[in-house]
């Protein structure tokens, strides 16, 4: 099992619907997670953190964090062509400072 | 918010020299640095970390040889990648924390080499 796991995609959504993103993770005793955007052949930019169950909102990105599932997602409404890009998604398991552990990546496409 | 400035963006070189890429912390202190390394249509993989003033460590699997790391301040971390062969060939990206242990990754522009 790996440790963090993603669908790959391609996630198609027109343009002004919510696109939904979701990631699993196998260590129960992580504690941070985040999300990141990437754009073909750039590094990944920072576009959510969460550490605690529930939602967090910051523009028209929602994280949503079920520790007891095990699993996170990023909601994104009224998506924009912009919005196209691969999310990655990040969970720092306990005991690793500031390591990250990646998943392989959602690729979204907002389409016209 | 944190800039992580990362040089040359793109190299490309014959197999067998070396290739030395930058990591600078712009407007802050960063006692860790992260050395990751990503294959066309894969994940970020990380490859080792960097500590201010002491060896780096490596990941399984990682040649400590062949990514010579040199963290000599607390803005500066330089991976250096050794007798390089095309296989080689990858996105290689550096990143820093800021703040506390919780705090999220940035990540510089990344380095793509390219090994002829």
């Known amino acids: 099992q790996k440790e963090v796991e993603q669908n790959s995609g391609p996630l198609s959504v027109p343009e002004g619907a919510i696109a939904s993103l979701n990631c699993t993770y196998s260590?129960?005793?992580?504690?941070?997670f985040f999300w990141y955007r990437q754009y073909s052949g750039k590094s990944p930019e920072l576009i959510m953190s969460i550490y605690s169950n529930g939602d967090k909102e910051d523009g028209r990105f929602t994280a949503q964090l079920n520790k007891a599932s095990q699993y996170v997602s990023l909601l994104i409404r009224d998506s924009q062509p912009s919005d196209s890009a691969t999310y990655l998604c990040?969970?720092?398991?306990?005991?690793?400072?500031?390591?990250?552990?990646f998943g392989t990546g959602t690729r979204l496409q907002v389409t016209l | 918010g944190a800039v992580v400035s990362q040089h040359p963006s793109r190299v490309i070189c014959k197999s067998g020299t070396s290739v030395k890429i930058e990591c600078r912390s712009l407007d802050f202190q960063a006692t860790t640095m992260f050395w990751y390394r990503q294959f066309p249509k894969q994940s970020l993989m990380l490859m080792a970390t960097?500590?201010?003033?002491?060896?780096?460590?490596?990941e399984q699997g990682v040649e400590k040889d062949k990514f010579l790391i040199n963290h000599a301040s607390l803005t500066l971390s330089t991976l250096t990648v050794t007798s390089a062969h095309p296989e080689d060939s990858s996105f290689y990206i550096c990143?820093?924390?800021?703040?506390?242990?919780?705090?999220?990754?940035?990540f510089g522009n990344g380095t793509r080499l390219t090994v002829t």
């Open positions: 960097s500590n201010e003033g002491s060896k780096a460590t490596y």
């Open positions: 990040a969970v720092r398991p306990p005991g690793t400072a500031s390591k990250l552990t």
């Open positions: 990143s820093a924390r800021e703040g506390q242990s919780n705090s999220p990754l940035h």
């Open positions: 260590d129960r005793g992580s504690q941070s």
